[in-house]
């Protein structure tokens, strides 16, 4: 008897995600929220720049690279041209909060019927761990070597609470994956995604908080219990927006 496989929407291709990275988590729960909703023929992802960006390696449906940032942009001129498919980005924080803010803005404020998965790992990954826009106060990172600090590099920017300033956006939730309750609310959270876009309610995010042990400098248990302790209490979990619930 089969108790555990792949997802039919993953490729047999071995992720190149370092040990305790939570990417792959994210990827699996996409890929089985595609096969639920028997959307694999007609669904187009597109990839980020960034730890993500072999995306298209992974996911059997078919897939575009966008520079980076520009995922927003290239979802809306897919899913405009070709309306009957399902569009999905899938971002990370860097790409999506920082090189890209104007493209999700602007994609969110014209309530664009694109399902958007955001990795907020609060920090550049790929690159070798940069502050991002999302690296919290006091965080060290390579380019904020003594904490972020306020005065000289802002404070953390919250994309579901910004983005639910809008009037456009149908659907807007921050989930984690750092533990089996967790995986299985976000898990919903990502199927609603796709299901709202396939209902044709508009323009739907859901933010992951993702760990990055590797830049983080931690082992991948101890970033899982830093989501805990410093990642959720500077961005709560919860729905920021829901127009099917309103
Ligand atoms: C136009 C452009 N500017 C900068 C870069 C360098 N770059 C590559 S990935 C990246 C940030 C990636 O961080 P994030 O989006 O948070 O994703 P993660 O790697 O953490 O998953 C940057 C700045 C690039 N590839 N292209
Ligand atoms: S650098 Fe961080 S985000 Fe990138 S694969 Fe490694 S753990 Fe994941």
Not at 66 to 71: D, F, I, L, P, S
Not at 123 to 133: E, K
Request: aromatic share 8%; hydrophobic share 40%; charged share 20%.
């Amino acid at each position: 008897m089969v108790v555990f496989e792949k997802p039919h929407a993953l490729t047999d291709a071995v992720l190149h995600y370092c040990p305790g990275c939570t990417h792959g988590i994210v990827h699996r729960l996409v890929a089985e929220s595609i096969d639920e909703l028997g959307i694999e023929g007609k669904t187009i992802g597109i990839a980020p720049v960034g730890c993500s960006v072999l995306a298209y390696n992974y996911f059997n449906c078919d897939m575009i690279e966008a520079a980076h940032g520009r995922a927003p942009a290239v979802a809306t001129g897919v899913k405009r041209a070709l309306p009957d498919n399902i569009v999905f980005a899938y971002q990370g924080d860097g790409d999506l909060a920082s090189i890209g803010l104007c493209e999700t803005v602007s994609t969110a404020c014209r309530g664009e019927n694109v399902t958007i998965i955001f990795i907020n790992n609060a920090i550049y990954g790929m690159t070798g761990g940069q502050m991002a826009p999302t690296s919290l106060l006091g965080q060290v990172t390579q380019t904020s070597p003594y904490g972020r600090d306020p005065k000289t590099q802002g404070y953390p920017i919250r994309i579901c609470e910004l983005l639910a300033t809008l009037d456009a956006p149908a659907y807007l939730e921050r989930v984690t994956v750092n533990s089996v309750k967790n995986v299985n609310r976000a898990k919903k959270a990502i199927k609603k995604a796709f299901q709202n876009q396939i209902d044709g309610k508009g323009f739907s995010l859901v933010e992951v908080l993702s760990a990055c042990p590797t830049n983080w400098g931690m082992t991948p248990q101890k970033a899982l219990q830093w989501i805990d302790e410093a990642m959720i209490p500077a961005y709560p979990l919860g729905v920021f927006r829901d127009k099917g619930a309103e």
